[in-house]
């Protein structure tokens, strides 16, 4: 399997797509982020995007995961992480044949709101197939895009919520964009079909993704994610 086409597409000289958020400090990359030197802390959050190329076809998920255990999150942090895989799962269920391209942001918006919670409006999700990034566009929150789902179409469903500013800032590196206010902010993201009857998670986790998060923060291995 190849990368998915992230480090030639985009330029990114190092891969996977790490995105680490120091819990005092430190805000998460909204876009994914190029891997460095820095140490991961008990409290961090992180995102991990990953993207393949198998027999012609790209594929692109992410999740995240809490270091040192959800219990060294902060409250703020892990209602963040939490209510943006909400969101995702909340979207995921409405895809069907015919359903309007637009109620997937309405579903994630009226989520992001209840929470108080920003949402990243520069990046969106895209259809993924044979092509890393085509139509249709998947706006994460209330718009008036056009367009219905049809079956056989594949594309991710990515929503990025922010604590503070959804608003963005790209660091010299050329790549790295974080939020503008240093706030953090959380992703997750699949790989779709629409189906006669539905959908299919093309990009599911093995464990089904919506248990508690572990990775150790003390150089020791690293479990399963959120």
């Known amino acids: 399997m190849?990368?998915?086409?992230?480090?030639?597409?985009?330029?990114?000289?190092?891969?996977?797509?790490?995105?680490p958020s120091h819990s005092s400090h430190f805000s998460l990359s909204l876009f994914p982020g190029i891997p460095d030197a820095r140490a991961l802390q008990a409290g961090d959050i992180l995102n991990i995007d990953?993207?393949?190329?198998?027999?012609?076809?790209?594929?692109?998920?992410s999740r995240m995961f809490f270091v040192g255990g959800?219990?060294?999150?902060?409250?703020?942090?892990?209602?963040?992480?939490?209510?943006?895989?909400?969101?995702l799962a909340a979207a995921v269920a409405?895809?069907?044949?015919?359903?309007?391209?637009?109620?997937?942001?309405?579903?994630?918006?009226?989520?992001?709101?209840?929470?108080?919670?920003?949402i990243?409006?520069?990046?969106?999700?895209?259809?993924?197939?044979?092509?890393?990034h085509s139509n249709p566009a998947i706006v994460h929150c209330r718009n008036r895009e056009p367009g219905t789902l049809v079956v056989g179409q594949t594309f991710t469903i990515?929503?990025?919520?922010?604590?503070?500013?959804?608003?963005?800032?790209?660091?010299?590196?050329?790549?790295t964009?974080?939020?503008?206010?240093?706030?953090?902010?959380?992703?997750?993201?699949?790989?779709?079909l629409v189906t006669p009857d539905g959908v299919e998670v093309l990009t599911a986790w093995p464990d089904g993704g919506?248990?508690?998060a572990r990775v150790a923060g003390d150089g020791g291995p690293a479990a399963a994610g959120a």
């Open 120 to 132: 990243v409006r520069e990046f969106v999700g895209h259809g993924v197939g044979r092509v890393f």
């Open 210 to 212: 919506w248990e508690e």
């Open 70 to 87: 959800r219990g060294a999150a902060g409250a703020d942090a892990a209602r963040l992480v939490d209510t943006t895989k909400e969101a």
């Open 94 to 118: 409405l895809v069907r044949p015919g359903l309007p391209v637009r109620a997937i942001g309405d579903a994630i918006q009226a989520i992001a709101d209840r929470e108080g919670l920003g």
């Open 158 to 175: 990515e929503p990025m919520l922010t604590l503070g500013s959804p608003r963005s800032k790209m660091w010299k590196d050329g790549w």
């Open 2 to 19: 190849g990368d998915g086409g992230w480090r030639e597409r985009r330029n990114n000289p190092r891969r996977p797509c790490l995105t």
């Open 177 to 192: 964009v974080v939020t503008a206010d240093a706030s953090l902010s959380a992703q997750f993201e699949h790989t779709l």
């Open 50 to 61: 990953v993207t393949v190329y198998l027999d012609g076809h790209h594929g692109d998920t």
